[in-house]
């Protein structure tokens, strides 16, 4: 079922667009089944599981972290996480930073933003993002790279509402690269759409989907 759900959805969305599977909640078999098809990028959002999916999977697995990240957990993961998506302040960018130096490898992040009407969502506004990225202190980071943004809309049926969030993140991105990437090729994602509005995302300029239960079947636990 797996493979098949993987193969319908990359008849669907562009080749140039990434697929990261969310995987979180699910036991490694459905992960291998994933695995076997060909995925090679997985997502999770507990520090723990990652940790212990890390450990027993395949070793070329590109290993996303999705969720809210804790400073004083960022340790367990740094030596390996291919993509941190959800950054939120100067404070965790050091930790990563730290982290980084001590791994002795760059570690790639995405800023997060709140596009959502929900305020239980986290992320930056741009104007925070900006004050972050003058701020010494992170001019000073040797061993993160800021890879673009990340975000997450609203859980609502209003698709129009949906596409101007999508919308504002894709405009918060091309703000930022003209102001501060404008000559890193690395500023390069936008990792929007999740299961219930990757279509919308691919149409306002998404290069990154996180798609979970699509994939893998509805989880029992609602996060
Ligand atoms: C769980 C999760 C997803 C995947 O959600 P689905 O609706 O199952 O596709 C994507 N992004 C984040 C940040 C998540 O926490």
Same mark, same amino acid.
């Given at each position: 079922?797996?493979?098949?759900?993987l193969?319908?959805?990359?008849?669907?969305?562009?080749?140039?667009?990434?697929?990261?599977?969310? @995987? /979180?909640?699910?036991? &490694?078999? !459905?992960?291998? #089944?994933?695995?076997?098809?060909?995925?090679?990028? *997985? =997502?999770?959002?507990k520090?723990?599981?990652?940790?212990?999916?890390?450990?027993?999977?395949?070793?070329?697995?590109?290993?996303?972290?999705?969720?809210?990240?804790?400073?004083?957990?960022?340790?367990?993961?740094?030596?390996?996480?291919?993509?941190?998506?959800?950054?939120?302040?100067?404070?965790?960018?050091?930790?990563?930073?730290?982290?980084?130096?001590?791994?002795?490898?760059?570690?790639?992040?995405?800023?997060?933003?709140h596009?959502?009407?929900e305020? @239980? /969502?986290?992320?930056? &506004?741009? !104007?925070?993002? #900006?004050?972050?990225?003058i701020?010494?202190?992170? *001019? =000073?980071?040797?061993?993160?790279?800021?890879?673009g943004?990340?975000?997450?809309?609203?859980?609502?049926?209003?698709?129009?509402?949906?596409?101007?969030?999508?919308?504002?993140?894709?405009?918060?991105?091309?703000?930022?690269?003209?102001?501060?990437?404008?000559?890193?090729?690395d500023?390069?994602?936008?990792?929007?759409?999740?299961?219930?509005?990757?279509?919308?995302?691919?149409?306002?300029g998404?290069?990154?989907?996180?798609?979970?239960?699509?994939?893998f079947?509805?989880?029992?636990?609602?996060?």
């Amino acid at each position: 079922m797996i493979a098949e759900n993987l193969s319908l959805l990359s008849k669907k969305i562009p080749s140039n667009i990434q697929l990261v599977a969310v @995987s /979180k909640t699910k036991p &490694n078999e !459905l992960l291998m #089944q994933a695995y076997d098809h060909g995925q090679r990028h *997985l =997502g999770e959002n507990k520090v723990q599981e990652l940790v212990s999916k890390h450990e027993s999977l395949p070793k070329d697995i590109n290993w996303h972290f999705i969720g809210h990240l804790q400073r004083n957990k960022v340790k367990y993961i740094a030596g390996f996480v291919h993509l941190i998506h959800g950054v939120e302040s100067l404070k965790l960018l050091k930790e990563i930073d730290k982290q980084g130096q001590k791994n002795n490898r760059i570690i790639n992040v995405l800023l997060q933003f709140h596009i959502a009407e929900e305020t @239980s /969502k986290f992320g930056l &506004n741009l !104007l925070e993002a #900006q004050q972050l990225l003058i701020d010494e202190a992170y *001019l =000073g980071f040797s061993n993160i790279c800021i890879s673009g943004v990340m975000g997450m809309a609203t859980f609502t049926d209003n698709t129009e509402q949906v596409r101007n969030e999508f919308r504002t993140l894709k405009s918060i991105y091309n703000d930022l690269k003209m102001s501060f990437f404008k000559d890193s090729n690395d500023f390069k994602v936008i990792s929007m759409g999740m299961s219930g509005d990757y279509e919308i995302a691919i149409e306002e300029g998404s290069t990154l989907i996180r798609v979970g239960s699509s994939i893998f079947g509805a989880r029992d636990t609602p996060i």
